[in-house]
């Protein structure tokens, strides 16, 4: 909606600034100051259009629904046929913050997290430490990041490196789909 307005805005005082130079070309009385201020504001506007839509496609994150971490469901999710996504990170951990925005924060991992059948769960190692540890403990380190990937193809589930790339966990999805 906004940026609908923002272009109407935009092209409304593009129509503006032409209907004054052709008003002058005329011979009408308009200062010529007019037309140059219109004219930085249409291109303000438009400028503040093309990046807010420019930064939409990377707000898409925001559609993901994560879910507490509940690893007594995970066997049967996995059984239902869904695929199940486990991210535990902590809030001071920049190893966690990086991999959530340079990783999972990004358009084409979001499209596969967001593809059909896939839960996902998360859980914090600042405020659920005691939760994690008897199920992750052992295999996860308090406080750094950890992604697990489980499904019909990958019941035990895949562990993740610690530093994500787009590509692991991509093809992590695809494999515990059983498309690769």
């Not at 005329?26 to 007019?34: D, E, Q, R, S």
């Not at 990004?106 to 596969?112: G, K, L, N, Q, Y």
Request: net charge positive; with cysteine.
């Amino acid at each position: 909606m906004i940026l609908t307005l923002s272009t109407l805005m935009t092209v409304l005082l593009i129509g503006a600034m032409a209907a004054l130079i052709i008003a002058r070309s005329k011979g009408k009385p308009i200062p010529l100051a007019v037309i140059p201020v219109i004219g930085l504001m249409a291109l303000m506007v438009g400028s503040a259009t093309y990046f807010v839509h420019r930064a939409s496609d990377q707000q898409d994150y925001r559609e993901l629904l994560w879910q507490p971490l509940a690893v007594d469901k995970i066997p049967m999710l996995v059984q239902g046929g869904y695929t199940v996504f486990v991210d535990l990170h902590s809030d001071w951990c920049m190893a966690c913050q990086t991999n959530r925005v340079g990783v999972l924060h990004r358009p084409e991992v979001v499209s596969a997290l967001l593809s059909g059948k896939v839960v996902l769960m998360q859980a914090n190692w600042s405020q659920e430490a005691e939760r994690i540890a008897p199920y992750y403990g052992k295999v996860a380190a308090p406080g750094a990041p950890f992604n697990k990937v489980y499904g019909p193809s990958l019941p035990k589930g895949r562990i993740l490196p610690g530093e994500l790339s787009e590509k692991d966990v991509i093809t992590a999805i695809h494999a515990a789909k059983g498309h690769g």
